[in-house]
């Protein structure tokens, strides 16, 4: 990747390489990580990009190293989502039991569950399609273990990409299953944005790996970005791992033998593809110049303005709104947008940023992060879950802030 002189563009170089040797003091000689990649970039411009440590087998992390990018595809979702509404064939605050006739009449969660059945009462509001972008439509995921709802998620296995659930099934499954609140009343990271990819699929006609390569991927030469990795760059992706209390980090997904490198029974809108740093950097780069990039216009600059203010009821955060994940007070001053977090009050943060910059990560410690007011896009990549074991993310953001010399607020 061709890099422009930092200097030029009002970054310090030399804090950004102190980057580089903070990442492997901290995390790459320790074993934290066995591998990481980094690409800043300012008004559209690469400034910085640096690879190390090893993807597989002893080889190195190259510029091509595929990476799992898990809940970093749930912008992608969001975006296609968006190109839909401004085609007039959705909107925004319709009923989502509008294209998902099954789910009408669903109920919120009022007792039962295991060997009990569940017991519900009526929602104060219908669930609405902004319900799903902004996650406060009532649905859950199967990994929070912290009741009935997340169990029964867990015992219908409605998250496995590669069991017996296809689209539809999940739709009929989720309609046996109460929500955990009305929709609008909380804030609970979820599924949301994987119904948001079947229903786009219902709306297209289409599988959604086949939107988003017409919608989205080709238009942008995003050559590679996937739910499937093709055979023949298989050898790119890099081994996966995941934290165990005991034994440190453990092999999670192999990259020779990856569960990506197969094809799913249904396509995860909200976690399921594989990208590199530059491809995602495209995708990035489209959304901070105001939906266009290289003469493929994807969305408009008026859509992109609405998905990046707080969309949370009442404008309240994360850390007051969330039932669970992301409730922590270092999301103070965090609202949520369509498909990204939204820094809406810096201070709180207690974390370089401006207001209105909009971010997002992926279970294997992935994360972007979109800074309209400084120009400023960073991408980090690396394989292990889960995302909070280390604050890499917040350590990165300090660090890469404080190369910005000249400020363009």
């Given at each position: 990747m061709q890099t422009a002189d930092p200097a030029t563009l009002g970054m310090d170089a030399g804090r950004l390489s102190a980057i580089?040797?903070?990442?492997d003091e901290?995390?790459?000689?320790?074993?934290r990580f066995k591998g990481t990649q980094l690409l800043v970039s300012r008004d559209g411009q690469p400034v910085h990009f640096s690879s190390a440590g090893t993807m597989r087998d002893g080889q190195p992390v190259g510029p091509d190293t595929l990476f799992r990018i898990a809940s970093m595809t749930k912008p992608v979702?969001?975006?296609a989502f968006m190109m839909l509404v401004e085609e007039g064939r959705v909107a925004l605050d319709d009923p989502v039991h509008r294209v998902i006739p099954e789910w009408k009449g669903l109920g919120v969660y009022d007792g039962g569950g295991g060997s009990a059945p569940f017991v519900t009462k009526p929602t104060s509001a219908p669930m609405r399609m902004v319900d799903l972008l902004r996650h406060t439509a009532g649905l859950t995921y199967s990994f929070q273990n912290r009741?009935?709802?997340d169990a029964a998620y867990r015992d219908t296995k409605i998250e496995n990409w590669h069991g017996e659930h296809d689209p539809d099934s999940v739709i009929r499954t989720l309609a046996g299953i109460p929500l955990e609140f009305s929709p609008g009343e909380a804030w609970n990271y979820s599924v949301a944005t994987d119904i948001l990819?079947?229903?786009?699929q219902r709306v297209?006609?289409?599988?959604?790996?086949q939107v988003f390569q017409e919608r989205i991927f080709g238009p942008l030469g995003m050559d590679d970005t996937f739910f499937q990795v093709p055979a023949d760059k298989v050898h790119r992706l890099a081994d996966c791992y995941t934290m165990h209390p005991q034994k440190g980090a453990v092999m999670y997904d192999e990259g020779a033998k990856s569960a990506w490198s197969r094809k799913p029974t249904q396509f995860s809108g909200g976690g399921g593809l594989v990208s590199t740093a530059a491809d995602y950097h495209r995708f990035c780069a489209m959304l901070l110049n105001g939906g266009t990039l290289d003469g493929a216009r994807i969305l408009s600059p008026k859509t992109i303005e609405l998905m990046t203010v707080n969309h949370l009821p009442g404008g309240r955060d994360l850390a007051s709104m969330s039932r669970s994940l992301f409730s922590e007070a270092t999301n103070a001053g965090v609202g949520f947008g369509l498909g990204f977090a939204v820094t809406i009050n810096l201070a709180p943060t207690l974390v370089h940023g401006s207001v209105?910059?909009?971010?997002?990560?992926?279970?294997?410690s992935t994360a972007f992060h979109i800074d309209p007011v400084e120009r400023l896009i960073f991408i980090f990549?690396?394989?292990l879950s889960p995302s909070n074991t280390y604050p890499v993310r917040r350590e990165l953001k300090t660090m890469i802030y404080s190369s910005i010399t000249k400020s363009r607020a």
């Open positions: 580089d040797r903070f990442l901290r995390y790459l000689q320790t074993g979702t969001s975006v009741g009935n709802i990819g079947l229903i786009i297209e006609g289409k599988p959604l790996d209105g910059e909009y971010y997002w990560g992926g279970m294997f990549m690396t394989q």
